[in-house]
């Protein structure tokens, strides 16, 4: 049978032997732990805690700001230092909760929780949505509500997105080797929501040894099954791989629950496990901290809000002087302009890279080589588009489906001529989505 | 680590591929059949395609030092259409020529239009047809130390037997780099493995032509006859190295298979119907032309709407 996939796409160098055979390592924050309420589409969260309280790991520090929005919990114990804006990421500044550690760890006591098959599905969601979970693979939208369509009767699959088709990226790699279980366990908890609906897991081929765990740990579960997937990004893009796994094509408008699917990431599903059957909020996931700058590239669970310094501390320093650091894969990352910024729920890898390829070339003429429509995913014409956002030209932009871009990043990737593709189109976009709003 | 890192938005990494490696591929994929011109006309033939390529490398740097613009000839593109020109003209055409055509392509079909990527029109074949109207006895004398008489195709058209191995071979009058089908399909399997060009437009332009020869042909389904056809002329070079010249070429998917069926038509009626025995060149020109609307109603329907089933 034909390995599953999608249309277009691209096999960029993957760079994840650096890290992969790196074991998950558990990393202690030193410094003080900083916490933007903003680490999720939607609303920011409202902080619940004042300067100057004590709080102890897995305490909540904020509450969700509203519907689409998720709670925020310490994971450390110490002191509120201060509740001030602080640079994230993005590079924008997020009001942040900022918590001195006193490295002593006391934990709250974790709720009880009944067993799964005793549970009703609102207490599971609520489960979910209390301890602040949204997607970690890079969106941040709220888990809750993805487990809460209109209509949970006409799920048809849930998916677990085990692609992970981001080059360098190895933290669910690592994941699903050392703890399957958990992600399976996860899946099931999911499933209890969907009566009607059949788990899968997708994995890419390139993932052979975490394809073999899983099927042996899915024969006896009827409702489940592993999927195999060729490896080429962006495989993992939750449009794509609902298309290759369930042939069921959805665009930009459109929600998976229209297509009949819930799709949740690998570190999502482990922290469902941890929230419904242990009773843990989400308090940390695993960070691959990787590239060629870095002397010891390795896997970490992180506690959120930890120091970026401080990861690469954990991971030997730089062996060379860095001259771009990416917080999350190559493809899609964000360029960090220091690396003083917080760990956030949805931080995937932190990559540090001795060359930056990308300023060292310089776009020339296109000539219709046709190779980003070639690559393109979502079926667009990037040259098109890419001129028509050079000019502000927003009625062409709109009239070639501008809008069903999903930035992946494919097309500047190929394009032999260098141009910058996804950024032309990717600003208007955003100018777009601005005025709708408005 | 106290200054700031370079921050650019993703993706922050790229392929491999660059204008001046695709370039450049052409150029090697274009070899066995200069080489074959070379062997089949003589020394002649190398020459002529010297001052050609030089005269389009030539002209986009003295045009770009007097616009007081980025020269670009380093990107290879002049030298293919350049070495294009060059195998488009018969060998026993003056030096003269390959210089006038050179102008000609660079200057005023690619240059004035804003350089490369703006031209609507593939340079050399618009400097081929230019030549052919200005220069036409010296563009059809076919005549030669090797060879003397009509293309295997005039013969053709006039009823006369042709020699199809001789045709495939290149053995046969013609011009510089159109005569042998082994060099050109050689070099077609160079670019098609390095990906530059796919079979959409060659495969859908060889196949109507020959749909088109075998029905209005007058010969019906006579083998020998379509393949004449198909072996003879400008097909082989025009179809894998001119109609799949990206600039003016349809960048949708539908749209270079619609290319390609219009390219076979018109080259069909052309050689069929019209005065002269070849028709590729007006036919993939004509196409150019055409290619702004093909591209409008080809457009790829987006992911998730209607493009592939919901």
Same mark, same amino acid.
């Given at each position: 049978? $034909?390995?599953?996939?999608?249309?277009?796409?691209?096999?960029?160098?993957?760079?994840?032997?650096?890290? +992969?055979? +790196?074991?998950? +390592?558990?990393?202690?924050?030193?410094?003080?732990?900083?916490?933007? #309420?903003?680490?999720?589409?939607?609303?920011?969260? +409202?902080?619940?805690? %004042?300067?100057? /309280?004590?709080?102890?790991?897995?305490?909540?520090?904020? %509450?969700?700001?509203?519907?689409?929005?998720?709670?925020?919990? $310490?994971?450390?114990?110490?002191?509120?230092?201060?509740?001030?804006?602080?640079?994230? =990421?993005?590079?924008?500044?997020?009001?942040?909760?900022?918590i001195e550690n006193d490295g002593l760890y006391e934990e709250v006591e974790y709720p009880k929780r009944k067993p799964l098959e005793e549970m009703t599905k609102e207490e599971i969601i609520e489960c979910v949505k209390e301890a602040g979970i949204v997607g970690m693979g890079g969106a941040g939208f709220p888990t809750f509500i993805k487990l809460s369509p209109k209509e949970p009767e006409k799920i048809d699959y849930v998916i677990a997105n085990c692609a992970e088709c981001e080059p360098y990226l190895t933290s669910d790699y690592r994941r699903m080797l050392e703890e399957p279980e958990k992600l399976v366990g996860g899946l099931k908890v999911s499933l209890k929501l969907f009566d009607n609906a059949r788990g899968i897991l997708a994995v890419e081929d390139n993932k052979p040894d975490c394809i073999e765990k899983l099927k042996e740990l899915v024969k006896d579960e009827p409702r489940i099954s592993v999927k195999e997937l060729k490896t080429k990004y962006p495989q993992g893009a939750e449009r794509q791989i609902?298309?290759?796994? !369930?042939?069921? $094509?959805?665009?930009?408008?459109?929600?998976?629950?229209?297509?009949?699917?819930? =799709?949740?990431?690998?570190? !999502?599903?482990? $922290?469902?496990?941890?929230?419904?059957?242990?009773?843990?909020?989400?308090?940390?996931?695993?960070?691959? =901290? !990787?590239? /060629?700058?870095?002397? /010891?590239?390795?896997?970490?669970?992180?506690?959120?809000? !930890?120091?970026?310094?401080?990861?690469? %501390?954990?991971?030997?320093?730089?062996?060379?002087?860095?001259?771009?650091?990416?917080?999350?894969?190559?493809?899609?990352?964000?360029?960090?302009?220091?690396? /003083?910024?917080?760990?956030?729920?949805?931080?995937?890898?932190?990559?540090?890279?001795?060359?930056?390829?990308?300023?060292?070339?310089?776009?020339?003429?296109?000539?219709?080589?046709?190779?980003?429509?070639?690559?393109?995913?979502?079926?667009?014409?990037?040259?098109?588009?890419?001129?028509?956002?050079?000019?502000?030209?927003?009625?062409?932009? #709109?009239?070639?489906?501008g809008m069903e871009c999903c930035e992946c990043g494919c097309c500047s990737f190929i394009c032999p001529a260098k141009r910058p593709l996804t950024q032309n189109i990717k600003s208007m976009r955003k100018l777009m989505l601005a005025k709708k709003k408005k | 680590m106290s200054e700031l890192l370079k921050v650019s938005s993703n993706p922050h990494v790229r392929s491999k591929s660059t204008t001046t490696g695709i370039m450049m591929t052409v150029v090697i994929a274009l070899l066995p059949a200069a080489g074959f011109g070379i062997y089949n006309f003589g020394p002649k033939a190398l020459l002529l395609i010297l001052v050609t390529v030089a005269s389009t490398v030539l002209t986009e740097f003295l045009f770009e030092k007097i616009c007081k613009k980025k020269v670009t000839i380093g990107d290879f593109s002049a030298v293919v259409t350049g070495l294009l020109l060059a195998l488009n003209l018969p060998v026993s055409a003056p030096w003269w020529i390959g210089v006038i055509g050179g102008v000609f392509a660079i200057l005023v079909v690619k240059m004035l239009f804003g350089g490369l990527g703006q031209n609507f029109m593939n340079p050399a074949l618009g400097a081929r047809c230019f030549l052919l109207i200005s220069f036409t006895s010296i563009m059809t004398n076919f005549d030669c130390d090797a060879y003397t008489g009509a293309t295997p195709l005039a013969n053709l058209k006039s009823g006369e037997a042709v020699n199809i191995l001789d045709m495939v071979i290149g053995r046969t009058a013609g011009t510089i780099g159109e005569t042998s089908m082994i060099a050109i399909v050689i070099g077609a399997c160079i670019l098609i493995l390095f990906g530059i060009i796919d079979l959409r437009i060659p495969g859908t332009y060889i196949v109507t032509l020959a749909i088109f020869v075998s029905i209005f042909g007058a010969h019906g389904m006579d083998w020998p006859y379509i393949s004449a056809h198909l072996s003879g002329g400008g097909l082989m070079l025009g179809a894998f190295f001119m109609a799949t010249d990206y600039v003016t070429r349809p960048i949708t998917k539908k749209g270079?298979? #619609?290319?390609?069926?219009? #390219?076979?038509?018109?080259?069909?009626?052309?050689?069929?119907?019209?005065?002269?025995?070849?028709?590729?060149?007006?036919?993939?020109?004509?196409?150019?032309?055409?290619?702004?609307l093909i591209e409008k109603i080809t457009l790829p329907k987006a992911f998730g709407k209607g493009g592939e089933k919901a």
């Open positions: 049978m $034909a390995k599953r996939t999608f249309n277009g796409g691209i096999h960029p160098y993957d760079g994840k032997d650096l890290s +992969k055979d +790196k074991p998950i +390592k558990e990393v202690l924050p030193k410094g003080d732990l900083v916490y933007p #309420l903003s680490q999720h589409i939607g609303a920011p969260a +409202k902080p619940i805690v %004042e300067k100057g /309280d004590r709080v102890l790991t897995g305490q909540k520090i904020a %509450e969700a700001g509203g519907f689409v929005s998720a709670p925020i919990y $310490a994971t450390v114990s110490g002191t509120v230092k201060a509740i001030e804006p602080r640079r994230v =990421v993005t590079g924008d500044s997020v009001m942040s909760i900022i609902i298309y290759a796994t !369930t042939g069921r $094509a959805i665009n930009s408008s459109m929600l998976p629950a229209d297509a009949g699917c819930v =799709v949740n990431n690998v570190d !999502t599903v482990v $922290a469902i496990y941890h929230a419904v059957i242990e009773g843990k909020p989400l308090m940390n996931r695993i960070v691959t =901290v !990787t590239g /060629d700058a870095i002397a /010891d590239p390795r896997n970490f669970i992180v506690r959120i809000g !930890t120091n970026y310094h401080e990861l690469v %501390e954990e991971a030997g320093g730089f062996k060379q002087e860095p001259v771009k650091v990416v917080s999350g894969g190559p493809m899609m990352g964000f360029a960090l302009f220091n690396l /003083d910024v917080p760990t956030t729920k949805t931080a995937s890898a932190l990559l540090c890279l001795t060359e930056d390829e990308v300023s060292q070339m310089e776009p020339s003429a296109c000539i219709n080589c046709g190779r980003c429509v070639e690559v393109c995913p979502g079926r667009v014409v990037p040259k098109i588009l890419a001129v028509a956002a050079a000019h502000g030209d927003e009625e062409t932009f #709109l009239s070639h489906d | 270079q298979y #619609l290319y390609g069926v219009l #390219l076979g038509i018109l080259t069909g009626i052309f050689r069929i119907f019209g005065p002269s025995a070849e028709g590729v060149s007006y036919a993939i020109i004509i196409g150019n032309l055409l290619v702004p």
